[in-house]
Each structure stands twice: as structure tokens, then as C-alpha cells.
């Protein structure tokens, strides 16, 4: 074996081990995490599935909607470790115990964003059944693209991964989350497509739509309508996986330029 060679397979070993040691850690939270997401599937699917289609809300609104909170499960699941994140650096900074080990530190923080996306991708996988035995026979399994699906929901949470963890290394401070939710986390998730396509504000009015695409959010959820409910009425699902795999490769390297120069680290 090279000495390349050696070296990739000892990074990967310790990313392995690394990640293992968070998935042990987040088994002790799996069932209060699976009730809670139950809870929320279960009511927004019931409102919007069956009680608003009485006043007049289209029929196949249920599936959109539950596709929509699935894809937009991990936005909220990795905003919490920002906050723990964040709450770290100002004070013990355990990570520069990470930071010590036999790797560089941009693959630390690589660790970090796919572990993050790991969870978060864990209990979203789960909503799939959850949301076809609540809607029954309005989910249509058969729309669903076996090649398209895995892709844009592993690069969705990815993204979700990375995204938090440049708002770690843009937020200086504790105080600065007061600000995260309505001056960030609610703008993009409004403004994402979770109550709408991209077709219907564009037909109402085409510069509110491109602008929607400064979203990525947007991404998210038309590329996960595309692959599971079909194309017709969404962005072409590969204009939608190209357009968030932009944004999550630019959020990485920002968030790993900027923590390696909070962090001092060397290489």
C-alpha cells in the first residue's frame, strides 16, 4: 500500500469512528425524536390531507404538503446544533479536542456537515412510511423515481448539513440567534415552496419567481416534488439538483474558510 493511500484510509477510519460516536449518542434520542415527528406528520398531514380539502383546498394538497414537510425536516433538525455548536466555541471549545487528531482541519469540519446530515436524513427516511399509511391511497408510491429520489434527498440534507454550519461560522455569538429564526429561518422557509410550487408564483408574477431562486430552500423542495410526485408542475428536477449542489459546495467552503480562521487552525 502507498503512503497516499495509507494516509486517505487512516482519514476515513477516524471520520468513521467519529460518525459512529454520534449515531451511538442520537440512538439514546431516537424514540423521543420519532414521537415528536410522528406528532407533526400526523397533524399537519390530517389537516391539510383531510380536513381542509372540505373548505375547498384541492385534493392532492396532502401528498404536496407531505413531501414538503419531509424535505424540509433536516432545515429544522440541524438548526439546533447550531445553537450547541455556537454555545461550544464561546466557551469549553471541545472541538479543538477534534481538531487534535490525525487529520486536517477542513476534514473536520467536513465531519461535522456530513454527520449532521446523517441524523437529520435518519428521521426523515421515516416519514416516507408515516405519510403513506396516513394518506393511504392519495400517496402515490408509483410516482416515485428510484434514481431521482435518493439523489436529491441525500444532497437536500447535505445541504442542510452545511448550511448550519456556516450560520455557525457567520454567528459570532449566542446573542446573535435571537435574530436566526425570523431574520433567516423564516424567510427561506416561506419563501421556499413548502405552501407552493415555483409554477404558481410565477404565474402570478414572473419576477417574484426568479427571484425565489435565490432560495435554495426552493430546491429542496421542488427537486423532492419532482422525484416523488412526478415533473409535471415543478422545476426540471435536474436544474433543481444542479442548483442546490452549488449552493451546498458554496456554503461548505465558506463555512470551512471561515472556521478554520476563527479556529487559528493550521492546516
Not at 380536513?51 to 439546533?80: N, Q, S, W
Not at 450560520?167 to 422557509?189: E, G, Q, T
Not at 408574477?205 to 423542495?221: A, D, E, K
Amino acid at each position: 500500500m502507498s503512503k497516499s493511500n495509507a494516509i486517505t484510509k487512516n482519514y476515513l477510519t477516524t471520520i468513521y469512528y467519529l460518525i459512529r460516536r454520534d449515531l451511538r449518542i442520537f440512538k439514546e434520542e431516537f424514540w423521543g425524536k420519532l414521537i415528536d415527528t410522528s406528532l407533526l406528520l400526523f397533524t399537519t398531514v390530517v389537516i391539510f390531507g383531510y380536513f381542509l380539502p372540505a373548505y375547498g383546498l384541492k385534493t392532492d394538497y396532502g401528498p404536496f404538503l407531505l413531501i414538503g414537510v419531509i424535505a424540509g425536516f433536516g432545515f429544522f433538525e440541524v438548526m439546533g446544533k447550531v445553537s450547541v455548536m455556537i454555545t461550544d466555541l464561546e466557551g469549553d471549545r471541545t472541538i479543538l479536542y477534534t481538531l487534535t487528531l490525525p487529520i486536517p482541519s477542513w476534514l473536520v469540519f467536513v465531519y461535522i456537515g456530513v454527520s449532521w446530515a446523517i441524523l437529520s436524513s435518519i428521521m426523515s427516511l421515516l416519514m416516507f412510511p408515516l405519510g403513506k399509511l396516513l394518506l393511504f391511497s392519495q400517496f402515490d408510491l408509483a410516482k416515485i423515481s428510484l434514481l431521482k429520489l435518493p439523489l436529491i434527498f441525500i444532497m437536500s440534507n447535505l445541504f442542510f448539513g452545511f448550511f448550519a454550519l456556516w450560520l455557525v461560522a457567520v454567528l459570532k455569538k449566542m446573542s446573535n440567534l435571537s435574530h436566526l429564526f425570523v431574520r433567516v429561518i423564516n424567510p427561506m422557509y416561506s419563501f421556499g415552496g413548502w405552501w407552493y410550487s415555483w409554477f404558481a408564483i410565477y404565474s402570478i408574477s414572473p419576477i417574484l419567481g426568479y427571484l425565489h431562486l435565490v432560495n435554495p430552500l426552493l430546491y429542496v423542495m421542488e427537486g423532492m416534488r419532482a422525484a416523488t410526485l412526478g415533473q409535471e408542475g415543478y422545476l426540471p428536477f435536474w436544474f433543481s439538483l444542479a442548483g442546490l449542489t452549488i449552493f451546498t459546495v458554496g456554503f461548505a467552503w465558506d463555512a470551512i474558510r471561515r472556521l478554520q480562521k476563527r479556529l487559528d487552525c493550521v492546516t
